[in-house]
């Protein structure tokens, strides 16, 4: 896990000289310590800022104030990392650095309405499981189950870390409010960490009108999470007429290359569908184009 991200974060955040570790399997693989998420952070951290340096990453923390140990003073690096343990130190990073712009100054009061379990958040965290909810770095899977004291997957450190300094990443939970149609395909062509080409049919004997950008998502822990930094292609104002296909090759989203972790990931694209390319959107119908693919080890 920690080769994929720093080698993600090295491209997505211009910097480079990010060491690398042993990978882990998304979702199926051991439990993210407290270490290895400071690992994380710090090898984040310093590609953001464009520097390497020697500075132990728990001391880096420490001095920081990410990290404040436990009653008895340890820090317990090897124990595994909960969710409400990562919004904690997520919470206190952003507070910290050039990223508290995303601390928001007041938390809407129902920001945990709707979560079956959201009693079961420790008051002394509460503040920053609001924060983390309302700013998109929970990653649960989940619209309806927070689980606070679960421990932390591969892939939910991974885009968490990733995420934050991208304003958050959203999990998508109405993909049924769209209709689908089968003369009007999302197809992924090709696909690798840092290539992905994807086209656009249209078959039937309407127009398409794509009125916003193709967004990519990840799922994590079941769940699908839109990665709205990385606009994956700038199909915005594309028309399609009927009988017509267009493809994107995609290797730099929002003019920065990125890598992608292994995993699984979705595109989609939202469009309106009408008999002239110049219909009212009143006589038009909205559908969701989408297609998965998975990025291997």
């Avoid at 920053?128 to 309302?134: R, T």
């Avoid at 997957?153 to 109405?174: K, P, Q």
């Avoid at 078959?203 to 709205?228: F, I, K, P, T």
Wanted: aromatic share 12%.
């Amino acid at each position: 896990m920690r080769k994929r991200l720093t080698r993600l974060l090295a491209l997505a955040l211009c910097a480079c000289l990010l060491s690398g570790a042993a990978a882990y399997a998304a979702d199926t693989g051991p439990a993210v310590t407290r270490g290895q998420f400071i690992q994380e952070l710090y090898d984040a951290h310093q590609a953001r800022n464009g520097y390497r340096s020697t500075t132990d990453p728990m001391v880096w923390a420490a001095s920081l104030g990410v990290v404040q140990g436990y009653a008895d003073g340890s820090f317990q690096p090897d124990g595994a990392i909960t969710r409400t343990q990562m919004a904690v130190m997520l919470y206190r990073y952003a507070s910290r650095t050039s990223l508290r712009t995303l601390i928001p100054r007041v938390l809407p009061a129902d920001v945990l309405e709707g979560y079956t379990d959201a009693a079961s958040v420790p008051a002394w965290a509460e503040t920053e499981v609001k924060w983390a909810v309302h700013t998109g770095l929970w990653f649960s899977g989940s619209a309806a189950r927070l689980g606070p004291s679960d421990k932390v997957s591969g892939a939910e450190c991974e885009t968490a870390v990733m995420a934050i300094y991208f304003g958050g990443s959203e999990l998508e939970t109405d993909w049924n409010h769209y209709n689908t149609v089968s003369d009007a395909v999302l197809t992924v062509d090709a696909c690798s960490a840092d290539k992905v080409t994807f086209t656009i049919r249209n078959s039937g004997s309407d127009w398409l009108n794509c009125e916003e950008d193709a967004h990519l998502y990840r799922e994590v822990n079941g769940g699908w999470y839109d990665l709205n930094f990385h606009e994956i292609a700038q199909t915005t104002g594309y028309t399609a007429r009927p009988g017509t296909s267009k493809t994107w090759e995609r290797t730099f989203w929002s003019g920065i290359q990125v890598y992608l972790p292994a995993g699984s990931y979705r595109v989609a694209q939202k469009t309106q569908r009408g008999l002239t390319p110049y219909s009212n959107k009143l006589y038009r119908t909205e559908c969701r184009l989408s297609a998965d693919f998975t990025i291997s080890e």
